[in-house]
């Protein structure tokens, strides 16, 4: 999803935003997951229209909010309403919210590679935590990944995209969050899958006020951290914000910063959806 801004301002913004964080342009480009060549343009206000995943990844390193780096000329990311329960932000996990999980990749796996599902499922949980935190990266994740299973390599990226199923109904749930709230999403995942899933449909096509990307924010759920960059990219408190999240785990420390959470039951979505709705119901 591109964005319509003012790209020499944008530009003039990221750069200050970078410089009052003390970071050169490789320590951003390293932290943020971009290419150097692409950071300089994107400064030199060389590229039209960027992606706005890309701006928010280098805002949520920066630890400032879409907003403040395009400026007034960005789409408007102000809520229209406040629900009565006082959310006027609303964050969506992916994993397990958005698609269902992609455990069937497991299954793909076992059947091309011939190794056991044990091997393949303790594998793969055993660096995942690091790759998500941007620890790891995905290129040598993939060489243990086949090192381990035996065989010459492995593009764990696409199992991942074969395996996900959109959930439909919170496609639907989103748009029409994204009509009255502002929305964002707060996820634990591997460096460039988000913008993976963009390009296919798996997320909906929607104007997001925020997106945490723990690869990109260097933590994980359920670790403080990446709670606290949420709420600043948000810009409201947390009393504001709802978290809508298949792991309990990761609700409770959002609940513990004043947040709302509902945990989602991707088995049983449409009764998930009514519990958020009534959690949204406007104020007026």
Request: net charge neutral; charged share 20%.
């Amino acid at each position: 999803m591109a964005m319509a801004v003012d790209e020499v301002s944008l530009g003039k913004r990221l750069q200050a935003a970078r410089q009052a964080a003390g970071l050169t342009q490789q320590e951003l480009c390293h932290r943020a997951k971009l290419s150097y060549s692409t950071l300089t343009k994107i400064e030199r206000g060389a590229i039209k229209s960027p992606s706005i995943f890309t701006i928010q990844q280098i805002a949520s390193v920066l630890g400032t909010t879409l907003d403040q780096l395009v400026g007034s000329s960005a789409p408007v990311l102000k809520p229209k309403k406040r629900a009565k329960s006082g959310v006027t932000f609303v964050f969506f996990d992916v994993n397990g919210c958005l698609v269902r999980f992609f455990h069937r990749a497991f299954t793909k796996l076992a059947e091309e590679t011939g190794a056991t599902p044990d091997i393949i499922e303790s594998t793969f949980w055993h660096y995942n935590d690091q790759v998500c935190r941007g620890k790891l990266s995905l290129k040598e994740f993939n060489t243990l990944f086949a090192k381990k299973l035996h065989v010459n390599s492995l593009d764990w990226q696409a199992y991942y995209l074969a395996a996900v199923d959109p959930i439909t109904e919170m496609h639907k749930l989103v748009e029409w969050a994204a009509d009255n709230y502002a929305v964002g999403l707060l996820t634990n995942i591997m460096p460039g899958f988000l913008d993976a899933m963009r390009t296919r449909g798996f997320i909906p096509a929607v104007t997001y006020s925020a997106i945490i990307d723990s690869s990109s924010v260097g933590a994980i759920k359920p670790e403080a951290k990446i709670y606290e960059a949420a709420e600043a990219a948000a810009g409201r408190p947390g009393k504001e914000i709802l978290l809508v999240d298949d792991s309990r785990a990761n609700l409770m420390p959002a609940e513990h910063m004043g947040w709302h959470v509902l945990w989602f039951d991707d088995y049983n979505p449409s009764e998930s959806i009514k519990r958020v709705r009534s959690v949204l119901e406007p104020a007026d």
